[in-house]
């Protein structure tokens, strides 16, 4: 068939990427773009073809152009990405949507005023949904498929955890240990936003992968890009996470009780979460929260140590990274001192003149000055920190 400009809709990376998820079966049983019928059984009930779903799956992309193709009703579509093709669609239904409302089911509110994140998801969405089967260019997911498949293999217990590691501390380090301990493989879905971060995903993935490979059975765990689009930004994100992991092959999916859109509450002195409404045909488990306590000298459950929070040191990867900011080195019982000097020597490039000489006069040598570099420089500069003897 050939196409003209009236067959043609343009979609931004969010829509193209997650399009490629479906595609790969990573959102099974989602498998299409549902019609406007499937949607509202989905929205409604939370099903789709009799299997749990958080939310419809659509595409309703904005922009006068893309509406005027809309309008037209075509059999066909093509779909651009930065003006080049990258798949089609087979029509089958167009159907007018709410924005409003298809952003208070994604994100449990429509307050876009004060929620950035809304009135950006607000502004890429039209009022015309496309229903139908489609195909896009895969960028890259059926290989990450293949290879976890391959690893999987003879493997029954596999477990997956999602994780942003901003930066990787002590915690994490600690749940992924109980987590191979539990089971015969851990997999590890490092999120990167379709956003710029501040801090780079390449750096979050080479200190994380640092930690795998120097303190971990290689054979136990495997670390996979994870992209983040904007259905991930919701309070659907836990469920969407299980999803993609069950569709990797995971039967077990393990998270802290503060994951985003896990919403754990008490019913009749029991704890619930949004999974006891919801079966995903995954075993869903949340994690006890992790404290370094002074008087145990340890990081312990809070649910299991007996002092109080006046004596507890709390791990959030947002305020160690602040600490890092300011170009100071977290203590090692919150990150290991490797991950800090990797993420202080990318953060401040070249920070040091006359490196060899610094590094000669506070560190241990051989009375050679050899050449260093700022990440070793940190390690050693660290070492001094736990030297004890004195203090």
């Known amino acids: 068939m050939a196409f003209s400009n009236k067959n043609k809709i343009f979609i931004d990376k969010e829509a193209y990427y997650t399009l490629a998820m479906v595609q790969a079966g990573l959102l099974s049983p989602i498998d299409k773009l549902m019609n406007k019928k499937e949607a509202e059984t989905a929205n409604n009930e939370k099903k789709y073809k009799g299997k749990s779903v958080p939310f419809s799956f659509i595409l309703a992309p904005a922009g006068k152009r893309n509406e005027e193709v809309l309008k037209n009703n075509p059999k066909k579509i093509e779909l651009f990405y930065n003006n080049r093709k990258i798949g089609e669609i087979n029509v089958e239904e167009i159907y007018e949507i709410d924005p409003l409302k298809r952003v208070e089911i994604i994100y449990g509110s429509k307050d876009y005023k004060n929620y950035p994140q809304i009135a950006k998801t607000l502004k890429r969405l039209g009022k015309y949904a496309i229903a139908g089967k489609f195909w896009v260019e895969d960028y890259g997911i059926k290989k990450k498929i293949d290879y976890v498949k391959e690893f999987i293999k003879n493997k029954t217990n596999v477990v997956g955890m999602t994780m942003h590691a901003k930066p990787v501390h002590r915690v994490h380090e ?79 999916f393990i998270m802290g009780q503060t994951h985003k859109g896990l919403g754990i509450y008490y019913q009749a002195d029991h704890l619930k979460s949004i999974f006891d409404s919801m079966n995903l045909e995954i075993e869903a488990k949340t994690i006890n929260e992790y404290v370094y306590c002074n008087v145990c000298k340890t990081i312990v459950s809070v649910n299991s140590c007996p002092h109080g929070s006046h004596h507890h040191i709390s791990y959030h990867s947002d305020s160690i990274f602040e600490l890092l900011k300011t170009g100071l080195m977290p203590p090692t019982i919150l990150m290991r001192k490797e991950i800090s000097a990797k993420f202080l020597a990318n953060m401040f490039p070249n920070r040091f003149k006359n490196l060899e000489k ?34």
């Open 358 to 391: 610094l590094f000669y006069d506070i560190s241990p040598n051989k009375g050679l000055i050899e050449e260093s570099s700022d990440e070793d420089f940190y390690i050693s500069l660290m070492k001094l920190y736990q030297t004890s003897s004195l203090t």
């Open 174 to 252: 600690k749940i992924m240990r109980q987590a191979i301990e539990r089971n015969d493989l851990l997999i590890v879905f490092l999120v990167k936003n379709i956003q710029e971060e501040e801090v780079p995903y390449k750096l979050r993935f080479d200190t994380l992968k640092y930690l795998v490979e120097t303190y971990f059975p290689k054979d136990k765990i495997i670390i996979i890009p994870l992209v983040n689009t904007y259905i991930f930004s919701g309070v659907n994100e836990a469920i969407l996470d299980a999803i993609i992991a069950k569709n990797f092959g995971c039967n077990k």
